[in-house]
């Protein structure tokens, strides 16, 4: 986050002097923006940077302890440079949090310069994972940096002091944050795919209970549990996530690529756009991602819960990309804002573009029926697509008109906010969704493989309007009939799937090392593995233990005298 907020928000001038450093590893940079007292709400943040004419420089503080700096990576023990957010003020006047650059260790002894207090802040969930990462703490007495080291791409001070705002609009900063939260969403599809990997390959070679098989004795040979129908719904509904999450991930990719084309030809029309639509995606992915890596956990049922099994370390590292580069919720609350703004803007005829631009079909999405009279009329993707979009748009408009029933927006928004994170979840569905389809069109190599691809698209689908049934119901996007023929459909999707689950997990091309998990080795050779793995425990590494004589004896021999007694 260092490199793309002074890529962000920093002059030319400033870029030419401070990237270099930092991509050469000269200096060692972090991202202070959180705090102590106030997160997500960045109006919020105490840190001041007040400006002093007389030496041309600011003077960084904190005032309270709420301020301290808290949470940024690489801040405890390594960086020696951060941009830090802070409250701007000059002449006498608050003009809001922007970004300064400020050394904070000296580059010949990496002790902390004067004003500066920094450490680590403590463990963090999990035995490993991100313990790895020094998140630090960090306060300022009034440590003074030349007046040039304000982030003033945006906005800057002059040398009397003046706040003079460029005509570049504020929202350029954006940019840094559809970076960010682009590569979050890639992650989010590795993370996913690396456990659906791992409780695919495991759930073939797992065995439980009789088979149809077996002779009247039940003897014979047991289950694989990739047969049972549950495991199939749980594990195969992930596995479409992962593709799903891949597809949306590389079209995130591209479009951070158009973006930044644009904004270099001073083209700013599709930043709101696509910056509601890389905060949206990072909410939905790194909720489902975290959420399946726990369920591909259970999915390996009690050696899932052993560290070999490689999902606890997966988690513990993967979960904190629900909270860190925004909450997830916050985020949704920011889309659904930007969606009301969409819809009230219909009015005055502006036309949604991009991945709104269904919005604009309002009229045709509320009057539309689903056509589905069988199973197989699922296998249809513009109608699975018009469903998700006549959902969506419905959530929404029924938002828009639950909102003018308060006495002021404010009061709307924090009332409705329940209601307005589902529809901005509806909302990234349609994107989800759509971005699969859109793959799906494209030239795919290979015999069958687009059939699989395609069979995956209908179950991640089918999979969520079942989990949001209540939502594709109650907006009669769907009827109770046609909800019943989707589970109908679902069940066969599943055994489209099943011969091919392992290919499609192999298809990750994830070596061995990389997945880190005994039991989703390529081999399948689990019981042997597991079995030596155990006895690598440095619990293992004696066979009387350490306390034997100062804990276990004294307790076994009190009861051999008790006894005696
Ligand atoms: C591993 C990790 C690494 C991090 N790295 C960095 C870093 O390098 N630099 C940095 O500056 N920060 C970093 N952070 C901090 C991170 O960005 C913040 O924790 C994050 O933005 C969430 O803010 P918060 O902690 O204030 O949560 P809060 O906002 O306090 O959230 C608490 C709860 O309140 C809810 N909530 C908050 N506001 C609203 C609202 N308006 N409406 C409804 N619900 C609301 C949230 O949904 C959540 O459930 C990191 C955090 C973690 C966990």
């Known amino acids: 986050m260092f490199v793309p907020a002074i890529k962000g928000s920093a002059t030319e001038e400033q870029q030419n002097k401070w990237l270099p450093l930092a991509n050469t590893m000269q200096i060692i940079g972090t991202y202070a923006q959180t705090e102590l007292g106030h997160g997500s709400n960045v109006r919020g943040l105490e840190t001041t940077a007040t400006f002093d004419p007389v030496t041309d420089e600011f003077i960084i503080h904190s005032p309270t302890l709420t301020s301290s700096k808290w949470w940024p990576g690489g801040l405890g023990?390594?960086?020696?440079?951060?941009?830090?957010?802070?409250?701007?003020?000059?002449?006498?006047?608050e003009y809001g949090v922007n970004g300064f650059l400020v050394q904070i260790r000296s580059l010949e002894d990496h002790f902390p310069l004067p004003g500066i207090t920094v450490g680590d802040i403590g463990m963090k969930f999990g035995s490993g994972a991100f313990n790895s990462m020094d998140n630090g703490v960090l306060r300022f007495d009034r440590v003074r940096i030349p007046r040039n080291q304000m982030l003033m791409r945006v906005s800057k001070v002059t040398r009397e002091g003046k706040y003079v705002e460029s005509n570049i609009p504020k929202q350029i900063i954006y940019g840094a944050m559809v970076y960010v939260r682009q590569k979050i969403v890639a992650d989010a599809s590795i993370a996913l795919s690396r456990a659906v990997c791992i409780a695919t390959r495991y759930s073939a070679i797992r065995r439980q209970f009789g088979s149809p098989q077996n002779d009247q004795n039940g003897n014979g040979i047991e289950t694989q549990v990739i047969d049972y129908k549950t495991q199939q719904s749980r594990l195969f509904s992930l596995l479409a996530s992962a593709y799903a999450f891949r597809f949306v991930g590389e079209w995130l990719k591209w479009l951070y690529t158009d973006l930044i084309q644009k904004l270099e030809g001073h083209d700013f029309s599709t930043l709101p756009e696509v910056h509601a639509c890389t905060a949206g995606l990072k909410s939905l992915t790194t909720s489902a991602a975290a959420d399946g890596i726990e369920e591909s956990r259970k999915l390996c049922g009690g050696h899932g819960y052993l560290s070999s099994s490689g999902l606890p370390e997966l988690y513990a590292t993967f979960v904190p990309a629900c909270t860190y580069e925004g909450d997830n919720v916050v985020l949704l609350l920011q889309v659904s804002r930007f969606l009301m703004k969409t819809i009230s803007q219909l009015q005055s005829g502006k036309k949604p573009t991009g991945t709104t631009a269904y919005i604009g079909h309002v009229e045709h999405l509320i009057q539309c029926h689903c056509k589905v009279k069988k199973a197989e009329d699922w296998l249809n993707l513009s109608v699975?697509?018009?469903?998700?979009?006549?959902?969506?748009?419905?959530?929404?408009?029924?938002?828009?008109?639950?909102?003018t029933k308060f006495a002021n927006p404010l009061q709307g928004f924090s009332e409705l906010s329940s209601d307005l994170a589902e529809a901005a979840v509806a909302h990234c569905q349609v994107i989800v969704v759509s971005k699969f389809i859109e793959k799906l069109q494209q030239n795919i190599e290979g015999n069958g493989v687009k059939q699989q691809l395609e069979t995956l698209c209908y179950i991640y689908s089918l999979n969520l309007i079942h989990k949001h049934l209540g939502d594709f119901l109650s907006t009669r996007s769907i009827t109770?009939?046609?909800?019943?023929?989707?589970?109908?459909?679902?069940?066969?999707?599943?055994?489209?799937v099943r011969p091919n689950a392992i290919a499609l997990v192999?298809?990750?091309?994830?070596?061995d090392h990389f997945l880190g998990s005994v039991l989703g080795s390529y081999d399948g050779n689990v019981y042997p593995k597991l079995y030596e793995e155990a006895w690598k425990e440095p619990l293992n590494e004696s066979v009387v233990p350490d306390g034997y004589h100062e804990y276990i004896r004294p307790v076994l021999t009190q009861q051999l005298q008790n006894a005696r007694l």
């Open 384 to 403: 699975i697509l018009e469903a998700f979009e006549a959902r969506a748009i419905i959530l929404l408009i029924a938002c828009a008109e639950n909102l």
């Open 480 to 496: 109770p009939k046609q909800a019943s023929l989707a589970s109908d459909q679902l069940r066969s999707l599943y055994a489209k």
């Open 506 to 511: 192999d298809a990750f091309n994830y070596t």
């Open 77 to 93: 023990k390594v960086a020696t440079h951060a941009v830090v957010y802070a409250q701007l003020i000059t002449d006498g006047k």
